[in-house]
């Protein structure tokens, strides 16, 4: 069964240095989200992104955020300049089409800022 | 801003008896649920779904229950069995926004 992937499953970075995180969506889906659960808090939104650009965005998602869709099946966010406060769980997803809700998560990237 | 909320943040159940883990939200605009279910280690899985145009959406051993004068939805699992101990995630939509999930409810099914 076709599933959304991510590497790496840890990354551990210092304040201040950046920070890319990966993700394959599933390879017919058309629609991408980054999520992130910083530990023992709710799942949040972070940006979604369609048709090469960006959607929606949350309060989140600053100016040091950034995603990309690099080669047609690479779905990146990058952190430009990391705080202590970015480290979470970060969570792929992908859904395909307009009439169909459910989003796929990936298995998620945790990254720890030192 | 809690649009979303889990106030049981843990439930146990016997195995074989039913789980019924509770979601309440304050958006009156909110049109389409989802739950999803997270193993530690790994990302939400997907459910089931129900739109804001009924009450009931059965598959399987789940069910989900709308309440839209409540604000209310619930998921029942029956039989509940050990592999569904699990964190629990509503998640709710206004039309054109993107989701907002609750704080998830910690489901432990005892053997």
């Known amino acids: 069964e076709p599933e959304v992937t991510q590497t790496p499953s840890h990354q551990v970075t210092q304040m201040g240095q950046e920070v890319i995180l990966r993700c394959v969506p599933i390879s017919n889906h058309l629609y991408f989200y980054w999520y992130r659960q910083i530990l023992g808090q709710k799942v949040e939104f972070l940006v979604s992104f369609y048709n090469n650009e960006i959607s929606e965005k949350s309060e989140i998602f600053d100016d040091q955020f950034s995603v990309e869709r690099p080669d047609g099946s690479n779905f990146t966010l990058k952190i430009r300049s990391t705080k202590l406060e970015d480290s979470a769980m970060y969570f792929c997803a992908s859904r395909d089409s307009p009439n169909s809700y459910e989003q796929y998560f990936g298995p998620g990237t945790r990254l720890t800022v030192t | 801003d809690q649009q979303v909320k889990q106030n049981s943040p843990s439930l146990s159940v016997q195995e074989g008896r039913i789980s019924i883990l509770n979601c309440d939200y304050t958006?009156?605009?909110?049109?389409?649920f989802l739950w999803y279910k997270k193993y530690p280690a790994e990302g939400p899985t997907f459910l089931i779904s129900i739109s804001s145009i009924k009450d009931k959406n059965e598959d399987g051993r789940f069910t989900v229950f709308l309440n839209k004068s409540a604000k209310h939805l619930s998921l029942h699992i029956v039989p509940s069995q050990p592999g569904d101990s699990a964190v629990y995630f509503c998640a709710a939509r206004e039309n054109g926004q993107n989701f907002v999930f609750g704080p998830g409810t910690r489901l432990s099914v005892l053997p």
């Open positions: 958006n009156s605009m909110f049109d389409y």
